[in-house]
């Protein structure tokens, strides 16, 4: 399992990165996916095997298609590839760089630097998640499907043509 | 509830260690933080988002798995439902904004003023 972590960790991190950094917007969605289901991998060797199936299911299946739809709606051909070459010039990764390292460097000091805790080899299992979420976290549940329902008349609204 | 953690008891489970959980987590955050700084093109600033809520999610995993309870699942999968919302009005408006000025261009999008 600490191999599973560690490699799909370093998948997850390389394909981040292309994704955020990818000129053709279906490559890098391409790329987040990749991501999305290494770090579905990374939850399943840390002992969460439902919210990996989530992660899966509903991250890379439901939103991702999403994202994909609107990106073939949009019809981003060649010439958008080479707008979006302009858009990135080699001066505009300078500041970007230097705030997010400077921003992971600090808090990996702060993290690494701790003393080090071990996690719990035993994975907790879907029935534990339900319980909790049904019980504990029940004013949570009935929130987000408030949430949902205001994304959909929202997301209805926005997008209608007017 | 004390935590009973030496060197000798980490080797012993073999497990990971939780800051190296919290390292790859805030990795995800600092890339998905520089995509959203890089990318002027307003699809690309989502997708960096999505980078980032993942890294959310996998520090609260890790908060799970340190101390092996369900908690931690929960949060994410509120993280996942607020994802899901969030890209649906992002796109929603992503849209109604290409229909409107026929560019995703964040620096021409600027009628504001801000």
Known sequence: MTVLFYASAAVATVGSLLAVTRTKALHALIYLILALFAVALCFLSLGAPFVAALEVIVYAGAIMVLILFVIMMLNLGPESWARERRLLPRHAWLVPTIMAGALVGLTLVAILGAPQQATQAASVGPKAVGVALFSTYLIGVELASVLLLVGLVGAYYLGAKK | ?114
Do not use: C, K
Request: charged share 10%; proline share 2%; glycine share 8%.
């Open chain 2, 1 to 114: 509830m004390t935590p009973q953690v030496t060197s000798a008891a980490m080797s012993a489970t073999a497990a990971v260690p939780t800051g190296h959980v919290l390292a790859v987590a805030a990795i995800l955050i600092a890339i998905g933080t520089f995509g959203v700084l890089l990318r002027r093109n307003l699809i690309f600033m989502l997708m960096a988002l999505e980078v980032a809520l993942n890294g959310a999610a996998l520090a609260f995993i890790g908060a799970a798995a340190r101390w092996g309870t369900a908690d931690g699942q929960v949060f994410v999968l509120f993280i996942m439902v607020m994802a899901a919302a969030e890209v649906a009005v992002g796109l929603a408006l992503i849209l109604q904004i290409y229909r409107r000025t026929s560019t995703l261009d964040a620096d021409i999008l600027d009628t504001l003023q801000g």
